[in-house]
């Protein structure tokens, strides 16, 4: 899982590609697959190095928990922070330390940060 390849992937990021199934990600209401990925899933990508579906924090295609940069540091003995402009539960901030299947979770993604 991962990676990109533009003969699947389509011409551009808002353009569906040619396999319906490349794309990791959960359906949206009316029932499309994202074309394009989201804050969540891009900083998921940054911080934890891996593909997830849009609203997805720092958890695999199929929703489990996985390391991120911040957490392999701690265990490290090495002290982190994440420094935002906007509410640390929102998604970008929050791919620093939580993990979530929703981007929405705001309550659950503030707990990640308390501990």
Same mark, same amino acid.
Request: proline letters at 3%.
């Given at each position: 899982?991962g /990676?990109?390849?533009?003969?699947?992937? #389509?011409? !551009?990021?808002?353009? $569906? @590609? %040619?396999d *319906?199934?490349?794309?990791?990600?959960?359906?949206?209401?009316?029932?499309?697959?994202?074309?394009?990925?989201?804050?969540?899933?891009?900083?998921?990508?940054?911080?934890? /190095?891996?593909k997830?579906?849009?609203? #997805?924090? !720092?958890?695999?295609? $199929? @929703? %489990?928990q *996985?390391?991120?940069?911040?957490?392999?540091?701690?265990?490290?003995?090495?002290?982190?922070?994440?420094?935002?402009?906007?509410?640390?539960?929102?998604?970008?901030?929050?791919?620093?330390?939580?993990?979530?299947?929703?981007?929405?979770?705001?309550?659950?993604?503030?707990?990640?940060?308390?501990?």
């Amino acid at each position: 899982f991962g /990676g990109y390849d533009a003969e699947l992937g #389509g011409p !551009n990021p808002w353009t $569906a @590609g %040619s396999d *319906v199934q490349y794309l990791i990600a959960r359906s949206t209401e009316a029932g499309r697959r994202h074309a394009y990925t989201d804050s969540s899933s891009s900083a998921s990508s940054m911080t934890a /190095g891996l593909k997830t579906f849009n609203n #997805g924090v !720092n958890v695999d295609y $199929a @929703g %489990s928990q *996985v390391e991120t940069i911040a957490h392999w540091a701690q265990r490290q003995g090495i002290a982190v922070g994440a420094v935002s402009s906007v509410p640390i539960s929102h998604a970008t901030p929050a791919a620093a330390y939580a993990h979530n299947v929703d981007r929405d979770d705001f309550q659950d993604l503030t707990r990640d940060l308390l501990g």
